[in-house]
């Protein structure tokens, strides 16, 4: 069996669709499932087994025998959310104790950390396991990311295999529920449909022009299929960086959704709202050569590949992967 956690979020239900078509027929699915609209990702997917996150513990306990691989992908992620005590409970504490059960029963393991650690990026964006303990990240879901990769590398019992994937920003399909913290490309399609234009943040930071911001796109798809690879592969335990090694502004990602819905680009900006105008990140570009060393061969979609994907094959026929 193989478990994932996160099971009913945008990347957890993403993988078990690869999983299941590469044959991978019993899923376990850990997840808190009351919220409705997320359950929507798993609908049409052949779920072995469904186990509610506060009760996991105790169901691996009993099944920890038949479990080949854990994918930790869930977690808090609202990069608004600014009290501390609820990223300490499900991003640290849930992971460390799914962690030490990893060790104790011998199960490899990859887990869901993020580029929010990186912070500003005044260390840049190196997946150096030496650079990490220096990273400031800017908002309490980075901090508590972060708290879990440094405790990780301080563990002198690890899982046979483990990795850390600091996922850039990810975009794709099954992002429906995810309401604010849902993509540009998911905002832009709806608010295209809606007004029949998009409104982008305003640069509040005089080195980027307005929707100049650079971020590191990544598609769901490249990054599910990297899962697969430190999955059936297993090269050394790290904590790698998973963006597309590529920045590009947020007019390029909105421009596209344009070209894609054959519309000619009407873009407006308004200000960042205030609340998260000084956690702000302003580039980010995931290093990727790690993960190349370790023996990752394919090619990632381009940002126009990508955009034109998920808006073409799943925004516009409102479907599910």
């Known amino acids: 069996m193989i478990v994932v956690t996160g099971a ?33 990702n798993l609908a049409e997917k052949q779920i072995t087994e469904r186990v509610e996150r506060e009760e996991f513990f105790d169901w691996l306990k009993k099944n920890h025998i038949d479990i080949e691989f854990i994918f930790h ?5 609202d990069t608004t959310e600014f009290d ?9 504490e849930y992971s460390k ?13 990859v887990y869901a950390s993020s580029a929010a650690t990186y912070g500003a990026g005044e260390y840049g964006y190196e997946d150096d396991e030496s650079r990490i303990p220096l990273l400031k990240p800017l908002n309490p879901y980075g901090k508590s990311k ?7 590398l301080e563990q002198d019992k690890t899982p046979p295999f483990w990795a850390g994937l600091k996922f850039f920003n990810v975009y794709g399909p099954n992002e429906f529920h995810k309401g604010r913290m849902a993509s540009v490309i998911f905002h832009t399609y709806h608010q295209i449909l809606k007004t029949g234009e998009m409104k982008l943040f305003r ?18 798809k490249d990054l599910i299929e990297v899962c697969l690879f430190l999955m059936n592969e297993q090269p050394k335990s790290s904590i790698y960086n998973l963006g597309s090694g590529t920045a590009r502004t947020f007019l390029d990602l909105v421009k596209n959704t344009f070209y894609a819905l054959d519309k000619t680009p009407k873009i407006d900006f308004v200000d960042t709202p205030a609340d998260i105008r000084d956690k ?6 995931a ?22 994907d998920y808006v073409k094959n799943y925004l516009i026929e409102n479907k599910y992967y």
């Open 146 to 152: 972060q708290e879990f990769d440094i405790w990780a």
């Open 8 to 40: 009913a979020g945008f990347i957890g239900s993403a993988l078990i669709s690869r999983l299941l078509e590469a044959g991978h027929s019993r899923i376990i699915a850990v997840d808190d499932f009351s919220f409705i609209e997320k359950n929507k």
């Open 84 to 92: 501390y005590s609820i990223f300490e409970h499900l991003n640290v």
């Open 287 to 308: 290093d990727m050569e790690k993960l190349k060393k370790a023996g990752y061969t394919k090619e990632f979609h381009t940002l126009e590949e990508g955009v034109e």
């Open 73 to 77: 992908i869930g977690a808090r992620t």
């Open 97 to 109: 104790k799914l962690w030490n059960a990893c060790v104790e029963y011998s199960i490899p393991l």
């Open 203 to 220: 640069s509040h930071n005089p080195n980027f022009k307005d929707g100049e911001q650079l971020r590191d796109f990544v598609y769901v």
């Open 280 to 285: 702000y990140q302003y580039y980010t570009q």
